[in-house]
């Protein structure tokens, strides 16, 4: 909203700045003909003149303005999506140890009422769990069970050696996961899931 007291003041600016340039070039009695032409237009539409001023530096006024709003928003975005990223890493610790133990168990049916819990939730898009072998022993996608995941998935998010959050695009992240045992690795995690945007 553009204040209606600084936009009299630019006018009353404008004016006063019109009223000095017309008189002095009034004042000049040696003006050459060119110099008396434009004279006499600045005169004649000096009303045109203040306006189209006045519009320009609105113009300028809204575009950096809205220059400004779309700064705040990028920000406010890319805020809202790293503080999703966290929650995902965190939430996803438990989860792994959760695994972990019915891996240990031979228990993969357990897994499997965790992964068709947790993909109920809000974002999650899907879930699966590879064995040392790096076969897809739980996957809430069935046809992805008993394939590699290293087909299925980028290599870079099937090897890391702590729980990390990929993004991939702006709306979905990666959650990849090794589950570790006592002296090796059990298999490895991966989690998708969407990131939000803030809606304006």
Same mark, same amino acid.
């Given at each position: =909203? ?15 700045? =019109? ?83 019915? @891996? ?13 819990? @947790? ?8 879930? @699966? ?50 589950? =570790? ?20």
């Amino acid at each position: =909203m553009i204040n209606l007291n600084y936009f009299k003041t630019v006018l009353i600016c404008i004016n006063t700045k =019109m009223n000095l340039l017309i008189y002095k070039i009034m004042a000049q009695d040696q003006n050459t003909g060119e110099l008396k032409r434009i004279s006499f237009f600045v005169v004649k539409n000096k009303m045109f003149l203040i306006v189209l001023t006045a519009l320009i530096l609105i113009g300028i006024l809204w575009l950096w303005k809205d220059s400004q709003i779309k700064h705040i928003k990028d920000n406010s975005h890319d805020q809202y999506s790293n503080r999703q990223l966290e929650e995902l890493k965190l939430l996803t610790r438990p989860y792994v140890w959760a695994v972990r133990r019915e @891996m240990l168990n031979k228990n993969y049916q357990q897994i499997e009422l965790y992964a068709a819990e @947790m993909i109920r939730y809000k974002g999650f898009e899907s879930i @699966m769990v590879s064995d040392a072998d790096d076969v897809v022993i739980s996957a809430t996608n069935k046809k992805f069970e008993g394939q590699n995941i290293r087909l299925l998935v980028d290599t870079t998010f099937t090897a890391p050696d702590s729980t990390t959050v990929n993004r991939v695009n702006d709306s979905l992240a990666i959650v990849s996961s090794p589950i =570790m045992g006592f002296n090796s690795r059990l298999g490895t995690l991966i989690l998708n899931r969407k990131i939000y945007r803030i809606k304006y």
